[in-house]
């Protein structure tokens, strides 16, 4: 990224920081949410282009926060799940092109979509526990897209291999590297 797209980012970044801290002292969500804003990760711009290039109609994201990543999609049908409600509170008021919902994986109640996306949070659970959650709905989307921290990274509990999707019906169709060299974005394809 050259110096000036960094500046721009930069100035995005406090203004949309300035933005969700009044959203902050009004709802109480964990902070982490405003400091770790989309304009502070532009990786997660990079994501949302590659999502819009797969041509969706719709996609669920599991941990989606304000649903930053799926405001910048030309997906037609966006729904977002998150664990907080204060922050699903918070992304109602600010994004109203996004379905919001609380819960996690295993709260999804749509019967089919076209894209999974599980992103910036499944390093918090064991390999087993994610196998498990995926495979409840398997044959309901085409696209699985998840990020994987590398091997030995500190600060992360969990480090999945993903194989699993490999022996289940998925075939790997994209590794993007973001993020210097701490996380990959997998873009896995049904074969179901």
């Not at 304000?66 to 699903?88: A, Q, R, S």
């Not at 894209?115 to 064991?126: A, G, Q, T, V």
């Not at 699993?164 to 998925?170: A, S, V």
Request: proline share 2%; net charge neutral; charged share 25%.
């Amino acid at each position: 990224m050259n110096i000036f797209k960094k500046i721009i980012y930069k100035i995005q970044f406090l203004n949309k920081r300035a933005q969700l801290k009044k959203s902050w002292e009004k709802y109480g969500f964990d902070v982490w949410h405003v400091e770790n804003n989309i304009y502070n990760r532009p990786y997660k711009f990079q994501l949302a282009n590659e999502l819009s290039n797969l041509g969706l109609d719709s996609i669920v994201e599991v941990g989606c926060g304000f649903g930053e990543i799926l405001v910048h999609t030309n997906v037609k049908t966006k729904i977002g799940y998150d664990i907080d409600p204060k922050v699903i509170q918070a992304a109602s008021e600010m994004y109203d092109e996004v379905t919001y919902k609380v819960g996690g994986l295993n709260d999804i109640t749509e019967n089919s979509f076209e894209c999974l996306l599980l992103f910036n949070w499944i390093h918090n659970i064991s390999e087993p526990d994610l196998e498990d959650s995926i495979q409840r709905h398997q044959g309901k989307m085409k696209y699985l897209v998840v990020d994987q921290i590398k091997q030995g990274t500190p600060g992360y509990q969990f480090y999945h291999t993903f194989n699993f999707l490999l022996e289940n019906k998925f075939s790997l169709l994209k590794t993007i590297s973001v993020e210097k060299d701490v996380r990959n974005i997998l873009i896995y394809k049904s074969n179901l």
